[in-house]
């Protein structure tokens, strides 16, 4: 059982930076793949970005590419998303989420462990 917990989410301004955390207890850590995902109001739960276990790979949706950094710490345990010239389109709650395959993936449905979520706002 993974357990996972967001932290660094708050209020800022367009153009700030703001960087998420999310605490993961559990075996095997290292074998998941770990993301971050976004849920504004009325929207789907979508993609933001992916880190493999190992932390060599990085995958990225096309709306925060070149804005957003995720990486992760085997020996803390911890993924971070590293945001920066926030806008007030990237409001929404941010998940992180576990998944075991061998291949990275952006679809919701195959992360097996979520956490909570944590509010980011962005004011204009």
């Known amino acids: 059982q993974v357990q996972l917990v967001e932290s660094g989410g708050g209020l800022v301004q367009a153009g700030d930076s703001l960087r998420l955390s999310c605490a993961a207890s559990g075996p095997g850590l290292s074998r998941y793949n770990l993301g971050w995902f976004r849920q504004a109001p009325g929207n789907e739960r979508e993609f933001v970005a992916g880190v493999s276990g190992s932390g060599s790979t990085t995958d990225y949706a096309g709306r925060v590419a070149g804005r957003f950094t995720i990486s992760r710490d085997n020996a803390k345990n911890t993924v971070f998303l590293q945001m920066s010239n926030l806008s007030p389109e990237d409001t929404a709650v941010y998940f992180c989420?576990?998944?075991?395959?061998?291949?990275?993936?952006?679809?919701?449905?195959?992360?097996?462990?979520w956490g909570q979520g944590t509010q980011v706002t962005v004011s204009s």
């Open positions: 989420a576990a998944e075991l395959g061998k291949i990275m993936t952006r679809n919701r449905a195959h992360y097996d462990y």
